[in-house]
């Protein structure tokens, strides 16, 4: 019995490990980025022809709320080269409002209520990054903690 409890404990936590870190498809990668059509809660940046991350997240996720410094971090690091990074979340601007007044996201929080982009390119979990070269084709996808400098110096060139 208590080996049926350990493996169903096993299994519950795998799955909400893999809803936390997204899909592991990366069907996007190859694909062009469409017209963001956000709310941003900041201004809205100018991303023609610049590389970017769009990150999907959510107040309530808290592997989300650990990639928020990293980003913070990352943007520093790359803005200067051109760099945007797009924090989008489909939760009501008074929630995400509140939320940044205690979490600083240094980047573009932005908000797209119905959630058609993430849907559009199969997001079933977050956080989840996609990482665009200056095209707009998404070269990266996956979760944001891992994605590496080497990647993103990539999508700089």
């Given amino acids: 019995m208590k080996n049926t409890q350990g493996v169903l404990m096993f299994l519950a936590s795998l799955a909400l490990t893999s809803l936390a870190f997204g899909s592991a498809d990366k069907a996007s990668v190859g694909q062009t980025l469409p017209s963001l059509k956000l709310e941003y809660l900041t201004t809205a940046p100018d991303y023609a022809g610049k590389p970017m991350i769009v990150e999907f997240w959510a107040t309530w996720c808290p592997p989300c709320r650990t990639s928020i410094p990293h980003l913070n971090e990352v943007y520093a690091k790359y803005k200067d080269k051109g760099l945007i990074v ?19 996201m240094d980047y573009f929080p932005a908000i797209d209520a119905t959630g058609v982009l ?40």
Avoid at 87 to 104: I, Q, R, S, Y
Avoid at 126 to 155: N, R, Y
């Fill in 86 to 104: 797009i924090g989008v979340t489909k939760e009501k601007k008074d929630v995400v409002t509140a939320f940044l007044k205690n979490t600083p």
């Fill in 118 to 157: 993430g849907k559009g390119f199969g997001v079933t979990g977050i956080p989840h990054a996609l990482l665009v070269d200056k095209t707009g084709k998404i070269i990266w996808e996956g979760h944001p903690m891992s994605l590496t400098d080497k990647q993103i110096s990539m999508a700089l060139k």
